[in-house]
């Protein structure tokens, strides 16, 4: 099935630093949304993007919709431990459709 | 509200035999997606029920099938097992499955096929 192309795969960084990823895809979606998943769990949604162009934050994090409807970014600023995970970026057609998911960024902060 | 629920978290099954997950959605919540997780292929789109009905279904072999019972509950089950259905099955429930609806992930079933 289609996937979209995410990266960094992983990211090693120190506390304190800011991070970035994106995600990118060959068609467009209506919708585009940003998970975490911890070990052993399901993916928790971060942010929730609807409208082409929108820029939206939840605290340190900030995420934008590309205005050509194929890609996103996260952002995390001034990163801490917790925020230690895997961030899977998700694109959506209409409300029906599944989430087509990005392999995601395993984000790793060193002390 | 309680989140939304899965049951077993954890099974293991041997090859050709068949096995059912299932999942209780957030209360209120009428749509039901279920998604596989692999290490290979990541999180795939496996099919989404609304009312008891399918509405639209993932690229997935005929050996995976699902249903979805008045109160909102699904199951999914998948028969005749691979080794390869070896993954972490998701499921997410939201409102009416519309757009602009957040999908909300259960913790999933841990799926192990020997």
């Not at chain 1, 993916?43 to 993007?49: K, M, T």
């Not at chain 2, 639209?56 to 019972?69: A, E, H, I, L, T």
Request: proline share 5%; with cysteine.
């Amino acid at each position: 099935g289609q996937q979209l192309n995410q990266s960094p795969q992983s990211m090693f960084i120190q506390e304190g630093e800011d991070v970035s990823m994106n995600c990118t895809s060959s068609s467009i979606f209506n919708t585009w949304l940003w998970y975490k998943q911890d070990p052993g769990e399901g993916p928790v949604l971060l942010i929730a993007l609807y409208k082409a162009g929108e820029l939206t934050s939840n605290g340190r994090l900030t995420a934008q919709f590309g205005i050509t409807r194929k890609d996103s970014f996260l952002n995390i600023s001034a990163s801490i431990p917790s925020d230690v995970g895997i961030y899977f970026c998700a694109g959506q057609l209409g409300g029906a459709d599944g989430l087509t998911f990005g392999k995601g960024t395993h984000l790793i902060i060193q002390p | 509200k309680a989140g939304v629920t899965q049951t077993p978290r954890y099974l293991i099954k041997t090859r050709g035999q068949q096995v059912t997950l299932s999942c209780s959605p957030i209360s209120g919540h009428r749509s039901v997606s279920w998604y596989q997780q692999t290490p290979g292929q990541g999180l795939q789109f496996l099919f989404e029920y609304f009312s008891e009905t399918q509405r639209n279904k993932g690229n997935f072999p005929g050996r995976f099938s699902g249903r979805q019972f008045s109160n909102s509950r699904s199951e999914m089950n998948v028969s005749t097992l691979e080794l390869g259905d070896s993954a972490l099955y998701l499921c997410a429930s939201s409102p009416q499955g519309q757009g602009q609806e957040t999908q909300y992930f259960g913790p999933g079933t841990r799926l192990l096929v020997l």
